[in-house]
């Protein structure tokens, strides 16, 4: 069974910088799409980064170009989202999730819609 669980989210300021983690379980990341993906009080959910599936190639999306990474460790079976430099924009509920299969990233919308495996979110608020 695929699981993913988040953590790391908490109240920061900003300026300050946060890093989730996702524990994934059930699948290795060689076979999936992975990836960060959050939502903002009153907004549709929006890809901040991610890895194709296919050739390992990572998306991260402009508003936080320069200022976020995302990464991975194959051996323990996580993968990272480090937040530096966070502005109160980047306050929301930010989830991980997977997709099998052979994934370009030209194949991924922001929305998401694609993975099928999701986290339950961890919290992240930035506070001017």
């Known amino acids: 069974e695929v699981q993913l669980v988040e953590s790391g989210g908490g109240l920061v300021q900003a300026g300050g910088s946060l890093r989730l983690s996702c524990a994934a379980s059930?699948?290795?990341?060689?076979?999936?799409?992975i990836g960060w993906f959050r939502q903002a009080p009153g907004k549709e959910r929006e890809g901040v980064s991610y890895?194709?599936?296919?050739?390992?190639?990572?998306h991260i999306v402009d508003s936080v170009k320069g200022r976020f990474t995302i990464s991975k460790d194959n051996a323990k079976n996580i993968f990272y989202l480090q937040m530096n430099s966070l502005k109160p924009e980047d306050t929301g509920v930010y989830y991980c999730a997977a997709v099998y299969g052979d994934w370009p990233l030209e194949l991924i919308r922001s929305s998401g819609s694609e993975f099928a495996y999701w986290g339950t979110g961890t919290k992240v608020t930035v506070s001017s």
């Open positions: 059930g699948f290795t990341f060689a076979d999936y799409a």
């Open positions: 890895f194709s599936s296919t050739d390992g190639v990572t």
